[in-house]
């Protein structure tokens, strides 16, 4: 089982920044789970705090739950249960916090139709997520939530023990909640969100989940590029929400309404069966510092492609590709991609056509397993945009940046030319609209 080391340090405001870049999308069109429906209108929060033991550890839980009364305002204690059976999702909080100071990310989703147990883990440290305490006594957690809707709690009845448990959490709770994945695995998972988390370990057999990640690529304190790896690791269904230019607290809660939105959307989808859910899930991502990335299987062609028009793909002459022509990273649309040479200078230049003059779209696909890669876009000699081709997270993860251009009627040559000595990303082609 391998482990990755990282520091744990203070974390400032997030800094939310950077261009808007959608990614890939696959959606899995054989979606026949019959699940309940999921709630329109949010409810108001009950909370119920419960005692219980793992062996000789006390794992205190606070059990927040859809609740009887007005929607808004804090969890009301021991309020009655809504009337309805609500799937469970478990939310492990992070290093030196509580769920009382989590609940920007608790109350949504209990007000959302979830029943959520949150242990209280205010005295435990990343050292026991690396053990396995902490994964352990999430699943005791899970089991003993389960165990309420049998007995005589006012939870009974109300728990949907059929739909699988959902996991979530952020920072040392998302390193618990990947834990659960990989080195400490719990079958009954079948939904997880981590937020800014580490990789934990190789993903278990024994766990089918649906994964979204949700990372600032700036965070300090666990780094960006662990969590790509880890989210590289796992098969499909997952997607990854990328805040560009923030720090280790850009997923959090109401201050981010981008990470609310879609992890709603994603429990509803994946815990209550809800196909628009998931088909908003890309514009739930969408904003002025977002890279929205998923693969949910590959029998839906995806739902935010590049914009439509005519595809010029980098490898195909009268393309012109200073470098390579390669075939070695999965993913790539055509034959292969353009790797070009890392030097100032050495570019990618597609020929492409207009119907008429005016400004078209270009979608520019590419991946990029390293650093930032700065390129000036073009067209027909003139410099008209510089261009920030952020990393991917691996040379297999392709996305595709939107750009604008003036274009001629007829013939156009479109040119990337890299900035810095370490040239282009890998190029898979222009769409251009």
Known sequence: MRRRTFLMSAAGAATLGGLSLLGTWQAN???TRPLRTAPTTPFAVGVRQYNWMRGSRQVTTMVYYPATGSAGGRPITN????????????????????????????????????????????????????????????????????????????????IDTAAGVGVSGYSMGGMTTHALLTAFPDSRITVAVPMACVDMGNPSSTVKAKVLFMHGDRDPVCQ???????????????????????????????????????????????????????????????????RWEANLGPT??????????????????????????????????????????????????????????GTATLGVRFANGGGARPANLVVNGSTVATVSFESTGAWTGWSTKTLTAVMNAGSNTVRLVPTTAAGLPNIDFIQVG
């Open 79 to 158: 309020a009655p249960v809504a009337p309805g059976v609500f799937p469970v999702c478990e939310y492990t909080h992070g290093s030196g916090a509580s769920p009382n100071g989590a609940l920007d990310h608790i109350r949504p989703l209990a007000a959302a139709g979830f029943i959520v147990p949150a242990p209280v883990f205010t005295s435990a440290s990343i050292g026991d997520t690396y053990n396995g305490n902490l994964p352990r006594d999430v699943s005791e957690v899970i089991t003993r939530t389960l165990a309420l809707n049998t007995g005589s709690d006012p939870l009974a009845g109300h």
């Open 29 to 31: 069109a054989t979606e």
């Open 300 to 357: 839906q062609p995806p739902t935010t492609p590049p914009p439509a028009g005519q595809r010029y793909e980098a490898e195909t002459p009268p393309a012109v590709c200073q470098g390579t022509i390669d075939s070695n990273h999965a993913g790539f649309s055509g034959s292969g991609f353009c790797n070009g040479t890392n030097a100032v200078g050495a570019y990618s230049q597609l020929t492409v056509n207009a119907a008429a003059a």
């Open 224 to 290: 960006y590029s662990s969590a790509r790896q880890a989210y590289a690791e796992l098969p499909p269904a997952k997607a990854f929400l990328t805040f560009i230019g923030a720090d280790h607290t850009a997923t959090w809660g109401n201050t981010n309404a981008v990470a609310v939105r879609t992890w709603l959307d994603w429990m509803r989808w994946t815990m209550y069966g809800d196909l628009a859910a998931r088909d908003r899930l890309p514009s739930d991502a969408a904003g002025s510092n977002t």
